[in-house]
Each structure stands twice: as structure tokens, then as C-alpha cells.
């Protein structure tokens, strides 16, 4: 079906009505990103009135290749895999389990439902902040939990596999609500009569959510499935929150933030090299589209297949 | 309305949104037509911009000193904004450049490249000047007041001045507690054999022998700086060596410091320090729970604001058993105030600072913040003052402020304490060291 505007220019309003949507995106976001992909063949330093100059993939080599500090960087990189495979599918699971229980026609489900979403609206600081308090070393409730049974943490602060646990965790619990949300919203477009229909036919409690639920939840699952990859090979605001800039727990967020800001240590000065952070940026861009698209493909093919 | 009519509002709303977003934002007007006479008052009311980094006692009093200046001139507000240390430079760099500051705190000039060092970037303040971000203050009536050594070393560039600084600050030595020491009849530790047996004496009586600031990650490694120091008491001639290869951080004097920074992390610092914020931790000190606090001389006015009554003293860290290593304070030029060079409020910057660097303000800041001065008149009424008065002619530079990390270094590049357990995953000081020079290893050959 077309709809017609009008006769003439009008014909021509709905794009025009399209520009200021297109202005912003063009500004805001691809502008910015095709500038970084032609900043990281430089050696920009983000500072105004600096000189750029062109240097090819020297970035890239140096990111990739270049002595021991490239090592570090795949590191990085292996690191953010982990996270994004442990977050997406924890998160995951823990959300449809929670949708599927608070989605009960209970009492009080609402404040659960409200109490499981909070931590979504508290944002980044205020997340990094309670868990750091809850994560005290000297006298912090988990740490006095745990020596009950006589064992003792620096939590955030010490082993940095265990620091990298944790921030796992509590970006799991941060934005397990969203992926709750996209569920309870999933579930209450299976018309009821399904169900009543299955349970008249003596279908099971599995048998309903394997034939029924899981099923027409194809669309919840592909939104939740993508934001949390996408959204867990993007992170880096609690690692920088909770432990800082330290070894053996950045992830490739991080480390792009770190580089390009001249994050220091104390008054240690550094520089400013936006154009090297730029390489990174595109590094972590490529590895967020490949995995992205794959993720998109096999959930497209599972829903067509679902669907005949 | 007629579809024509909607098409035509539809369209004059398009447009002005986009006109709305081409335009250029308002430029600020306070101040910014007419300049006053240099030190002079503005003649329009002006808002100065200015950024400091956190530092309780040095915040608490740039507020006092915010307003008497506002009083003294009632046509300038100061719009002050505090940022964590750690982030000072990336706030500076993105406000510099948006044109958002006009008077900023900078730390002393450091990290410079040197003829030995290869293929390393400038630092920050280096590409700031460089992109000409940062004023020119050379000539300056209020330079006067500064000594000439440390407006050359902390602040200027090229021959030109860009930055005054304020103090020199030592992060070598320890707090100790005189009470405790007293109580354990111990004396104060002179050799690295009795600061070993002062600890355990505390932890045998269920005192923990050392706090620090170590949520802020760089409180327990700089705590242990002083053990570098007794062992390379000249450190810009070890970052010569370690660039050039005469030094090895596995080598034979090496790993006598590595040795005693395991058990400097593992035996002397309390369990729990890397949940305490930097903050945190002089509170933590002065509450009288923990025997000694390794860090920085800016403590001491929040020890003393912590606890008035609680006795205190500092003595350099005493990182080898010959007493003559242990003589030395490292550390290096702190704070320092530079103007930005596009600031709209040029004259106000300048008053601002030239008020700051009266001598009788200038003497109230290192009172409050227990800085050494850099004002020749200035005198040491500090408690801090007075600890560190005796070693101040043997004061010297810190390795990580001549420090710049060849490109392709690995992370431990680095003569942290942090590294071994509980903090960090060694616990085998050989393994460490071997480690720490591969990782530099990998970066000098890569730029060769």
C-alpha cells in the first residue's frame, strides 16, 4: 500500500519531514564514526590546534603487532569475548527465568517485577559505588559473610581474575531488569487460549513452555540475544568504575578509553593518542559487526525455520 | 487544513530546526568585549573558570580563597570544578579544547622525551603548549615571587614560562605512629631490618602494620617507592639505564627490591588496603588502628584534620640496612596553576593568579596543604614542614617522573609493588622480575 502526500513538491514532505532524523544521525553518529575510521590512519591527538598527519596503518600494526604491549592488547581482546559470552548468556538465562516466574498471575509479582528492574535506573556511578561498599575489604557485608567460613578477599582489589568475576556479576545483576522487561513484554502476546488449549490437551508444564513459549518468544529472544552481545563487547564503564585501569582485567572498552584520554595514575603524565584509540575503536567496531551479524544470521534462520 | 497547508508548515518546522542546529552556540559575553589593563579588574561581571583536582585540604581551601576573591572583587565569580586526579589531564585536554576553562591546576612538567629515549610521544602538557592551549606567562609581574629552578624544571618550555608551579611534595616516606611505637617500646625504623621486625612486633599483637589508599591502584605501589629509592638513589640515571640496557630490572640489585616488595605487599600492608579509597586512608591512619601509612607528605593536613590530637611523625622509607640509603625524599612538583590561552577572561585569569601568588596567600596554601614551597620566602609552619625540613637537601626527582614506557612495552614495564599477591598474582620475586624485564625487553626492541 503507497500513500500519497500530495501532487507536486508535496510529494516530496515525507522525505523532507525524514532531513532533521537524518541530520542528527548523520551528526551524531556516522559522522563521528567515519571520522574515527579516517582518524585511526593518523597520529591525531584529540587536542585542538594539534597537527594530524597520515600514517597509514601504523596504528593498526602497532595495536596488532608490535612488541609485548600487542600481546596485552589481544589479551584484552580475549578478555572481552569472555565477558560478552558469560554476560550474554547469563544474562539471558537469568532474565527469561525471572520473566517467566514474575510474569505469574501472583500476588506481588509487580514489586518483584519493580525490585528486579531497579538496578537498571540507578545507572553506572551509583552501581559502582553500592557494590564497592557492599565489596569493603575491612568489614564490607560480603566480607564478613565470608569469613564465617574463614575466607578472606581484597575483592575488586586483588586477583585480577576474581576483579574481572565480579564486574561480570554485577553488570549481569545491572542489567538483568532490560532483558526481564523485553520477556514479560514477549509473554503477554501469547494469546491465553494456547495455553488453556494445551493444558485441556494434558500438555505438561516443559511441554508448554518447549512447544508454546519458547516458540512465539522468537522475537524477544533475537532482541535480547543481540543487545546483550552487543551490548557486553561495548562495556567498559564498570570495569572502569569498580577496579580501574588495571592489569589482567581491561577489556578492549577500556583500554580504547585509556589510550585515547591519556588516562593516568596519579601524576604520571602520558599523551593523547586519539588517533592509535581510533585503530582500537575500529578494531572493537569489526569484531562488533562480525559477531553482531553472525548472531543476527543464525537467529533470522532459526525464527524463518520456527516460522514454516 | 489542507494537505498543502500541512506540507508547508511541515516544511517551514524542518528548516527551522535545522537553521537552530547550524547555529553556532551563544558565545559567552561576561567579559569577553573590552580587556582590562593586565592584573586589573575587569570592568563587566566575569565568571572564571577554573579546575583544580582532588585534594580535600587543598579544595577546602581554594573555597576560602574563592571567597575572599570574590568579595575583594565583586565583578568576578569563580565557577570552580574538582575532578579525581587521575582524570585531571583528560579533563583538562577536552576543556581546553572546547574552550570551557580559563585557569587550571597542572601538575608539574614531566615525563619529557629524552635524546636516549626512542620513537615516544610528547607528554600532555607538551602537546598543549604545542597546540597552543596554554598561555604564555613568561614575564609576569607575579613570577617574581616563584624560584627561578622551579619555574624552569615544573613550568616552562622552550624558555617560555607556561605554568607557575605551587609545591614540591615527597611520596617516599611513612607515617608512623608515635603512639603505638612508644607503647612497643620500638624505635623508629632507621634500616629495612627494623621496619621487618617493627612490623612483626604489630602483627603479633593484632595491629596492622600499614595502611593505603589502594582502591585508587596507584597508593600501593608509590608507597613502595621508597625501597627503589634506596637501591637507585639517582633515578633519572635509572631511567637511563633501563632505556639503555645498563640496568635490568632482574638484575642482582634488582632483585633485592623486588625481594623487599613482596614482603612490603605481603606482609606489611593490611589486609582489606585495596578497598581503601585514597581518601580514605589518612582517616583510616589517624583513627590509630594502624601503626604506619606509606604515602605522600598532601596527607598530612587531612591526618591532622582526621584527628587533632593524634601524634604523628615521617621519616623516608627505609628501604636498605645502611641507614646513609636511606637519607633520601623522592617525589616532585605538585599542583600548578596555567591559564588557557583562548580564555575570554584573560585579565581576570591573571588577577586570579596574581592574587594566589601574594605571599601571605601563598603561605596560607602550603599551610594548608603541607606542600614544600616554591616561594623562596615562604616558610615550613607545617608539621609536615618541620618532619621533612632534615632531608630536604637531599630531596630528589622520582623515577615515574622521568619515566616514559618504550612503545610496545608490555603492562608490567614497571617497579611495582602491586604486582605481588594479595594485590596483583606473583608471588615468586624472581619470576616477577624476569617478567618486568621481558616486558620492557619487548618495547626497547620494538623501536630499535
Redesign the interface.
Known amino acids: 500500500m503507497s500513500y500519497h502526500?500530495?501532487r507536486g513538491?508535496?510529494k516530496w514532505?515525507p522525505y523532507?519531514?525524514l532531513?532533521?532524523g537524518l541530520?542528527?544521525y548523520f551528526?551524531i553518529a556516522l559522522g563521528p564514526s567515519m571520522a574515527t575510521a579516517v582518524y585511526s590512519f593518523t597520529d591525531a591527538?584529540?587536542?585542538?590546534?594539534?597537527p594530524v598527519h597520515w600514517v597509514g596503518f601504523d596504528n593498526y600494526r602497532?595495536f596488532l603487532f608490535?612488541?609485548?604491549?600487542?600481546?596485552?592488547n589481544l589479551d584484552a581482546l580475549k578478555r572481552t569475548l569472555i565477558f560478552c559470552f558469560i554476560v550474554t548468556f547469563v544474562q539471558f538465562g537469568l532474565g527469561l527465568f525471572v520473566a517467566l516466574i514474575v510474569n505469574q498471575n501472583l500476588k506481588g509479582t509487580n514489586v518483584f517485577r519493580t525490585i528486579y528492574f531497579m538496578p537498571v535506573i540507578l545507572g553506572v556511578v551509583i552501581q559502582g559505588l553500592m557494590w564497592?561498599l557492599f565489596?569493603?575489604?575491612?568489614?564490607?557485608p560480603v566480607?564478613k559473610l565470608l569469613s564465617l567460613f574463614g575466607v578472606?578477599s581484597?575483592?575488586?582489589?586483588?586477583?585480577?581474575?576474581e576483579a574481572f568475576a565480579w564486574v561480570t556479576f554485577i553488570q549481569i545483576w545491572a542489567n538483568m531488569g532490560i532483558t526481564m522487561m523485553i520477556f514479560i513484554a514477549g509473554l503477554q502476546t501469547i494469546p491465553s487460549e494456547l495455553y488453556e488449549a494445551a493444558r485441556i490437551d494434558g500438555a505438561n508444564s516443559w511441554q508448554i513452555f518447549r512447544n508454546i513459549t519458547w516458540p512465539l518468544l522468537t522475537p524477544s529472544v533475537n532482541t535480547n540475544l543481540l543487545l546483550n552481545v552487543i551490548g557486553s563487547l561495548q562495556a567498559w564503564q564498570l570495569f572502569y568504575v569498580l577496579v580501574?585501569?588495571?592489569?589482567?582485567t581491561q577489556v578492549l572498552g577500556y583500554l580504547i578509553f585509556a589510550t585515547g584520554?591519556?588516562?593516568?595514575?596519579?601524576?604520571?603524565?602520558?599523551?593523547?593518542?586519539q588517533g592509535y584509540a581510533a585503530a582500537a575503536s575500529i578494531i572493537l567496531f569489526l569484531l562488533v559487526l562480525v559477531i553482531g551479524m553472525t548472531t543476527q544470521y543464525i537467529l533470522q534462520r532459526r525464527e524463518a525455520r520456527i516460522l514454516e | 487544513m489542507s494537505?498543502?497547508m500541512f506540507?508547508l508548515m511541515?516544511?517551514i518546522v524542518?528548516f527551522a530546526?535545522?537553521l537552530a542546529?547550524c547555529g553556532s552556540p551563544a558565545t559567552p559575553t561576561e567579559g569577553s568585549s573590552q580587556p582590562a589593563p593586565a592584573g586589573e579588574q575587569p570592568a563587566q561581571q566575569v565568571t572564571l573558570r577554573v579546575l583544580v583536582h582532588q585534594n580535600p585540604p587543598m579544595v577546602a581551601f581554594m573555597e576560602e580563597f574563592n571567597k575572599k576573591f570574590q568579595e575583594k572583587h565583586p565583578n568576578i565569580t569563580i565557577d570552580m570544578s574538582v575532578v579525581n586526579?587521575?582524570d585531571?589531564?583528560?579533563v583538562s585536554?577536552?576543556r581546553?579544547?572546547?574552550n570551557d576553562i580559563d585557569v587550571l591546576d597542572i601538575?608539574?612538567f614531566?615525563?619529557a622525551a629524552q635524546p636516549y629515549m626512542k620513537q615516544v610521544?610528547?607528554?600532555?602538557?607538551q602537546?598543549?603548549i604545542?597546540?597552543?592551549?596554554l598561555m604564555d606567562l613568561t614575564g609576569q609581574d607575579f613570577l617574581k615571587y616563584y624560584d627561578a629552578s622551579a619555574l624552569t624544571d615544573a613550568g616552562s618550555y622552550n624558555g617560555k614560562v607556561y605554568a607557575v608551579n605551587l609545591g614540591r611534595v615527597s611520596y617516599s616516606g611513612v607515617y608512623y605512629n608515635k603512639n603505638l611505637f612508644n607503647q612497643y617500646n620500638l624505635k623508629v625504623p632507621t634500616t629495612w631490618s627494623e621496619l621487618v621486625t617493627a612490623c612483626e612486633t604489630f602483627k603479633a599483637a593484632n595491629i596492622p602494620c600499614m595502611t593505603a589508599g589502594?582502591?585508587?591502584?596507584?597508593p600501593i605501589f608509590?608507597g613502595a617507592y621508597g625501597l627503589l629509592g634506596s637501591i637507585y638513589p639517582d633515578q633519572a640515571a635509572l631511567v637511563e639505564g633501563l632505556w639503555t640496557g645498563t640496568i635490568k630490572w632482574n638484575d642482582e640489585k634488582s632483585l633485592e627490591m623486588w625481594r623487599k616488595m613482596q614482603v612490603y605487599a605481603r606482609d606489611m600492608m593490611?589486609?582489606?588496603?585495596?578497598?581503601?579509597a585514597g581518601d580514605a586512608a589518612p582517616g583510616r591512619f589517624a583513627s590509630g588502628a594502624v601503626a604506619m601509612f606509606p604515602g605522600g607528605t598532601w596527607y598530612a593536613p587531612a591526618i591532622e584534620a582526621a584527628n587533632p590530637d593524634f601524634e604523628w611523625g615521617y621519616i623516608p622509607f627505609p628501604g636498605s640496612d645502611n641507614p646513609e640509603d636511606n637519607k633520601y625524599l623522592f617525589g616532585?612538583y605538585?599542583q600548578g596553576w596555567a591559564i588557557a590561552a583562548n580564555t575570554p577572561n584573560k585579565e581576570a585569569a591573571l588577577l586570579y593568579l596574581s592574587e594566589f601568588s601574594d605571599p601571605a596567600n601563598y603561605q596560607a596554601f602550603v599551610d594548608a596543604v603541607g606542600f614544600i614551597p616554591t616561594q623562596p620566602t615562604a616558610k615550613l609552619n607545617t608539621q609536615i614542614g618541620a618532619e621533612v625540613a632534615p632531608y630536604l637537601e637531599n630531596f630528589r626527582v622520582g623515577y615515574?617522573?622521568y619515566?616514559v614506557a618504550?612503545?610496545?612495552?608490555?603492562?608490567?614495564?614497571n617497579p611495582w609493588a602491586s604486582?605481588f599477591?594479595?594485590?596483583?598474582?606473583y608471588d615468586d620475586p624472581v619470576e616477577l622480575a624476569n617478567k618486568v624485564q621481558?616486558?620492557l625487553q619487548?618495547?626497547l626492541?620494538?623501536v630499535k
Open positions: 502526500f500530495g513538491w508535496a514532505t523532507l519531514l532531513l532533521p541530520f542528527f551528526l591527538t584529540g587536542i585542538k590546534g594539534a602497532e608490535m612488541g609485548r604491549a600487542s600481546v596485552d564497592s565489596l569493603y575489604p575491612l568489614g564490607g566480607a578472606r581484597e575483592f575488586l582489589g586483588g586477583q585480577p581474575a580501574g585501569y588495571r592489569n589482567g584520554f591519556g588516562q593516568t595514575s596519579g601524576s604520571v603524565t602520558t599523551s593523547f593518542r | 494537505k498543502k506540507s511541515s516544511l524542518v530546526t535545522l542546529a586526579a587521575n585531571l589531564s583528560t585536554q577536552t581546553l579544547s572546547a601538575f608539574g614531566s615525563n610521544d610528547p607528554p600532555n602538557w602537546q598543549l604545542e597546540a597552543g592551549l589502594g582502591k585508587d591502584g596507584w608509590v593490611e589486609e582489606g588496603a585495596s578497598g581503601i616532585k605538585d615515574e617522573q619515566w618504550p612503545k610496545g612495552a608490555g603492562q608490567f614495564a604486582y599477591k594479595p594485590f596483583g598474582t621481558e616486558d619487548a618495547g626492541d620494538a
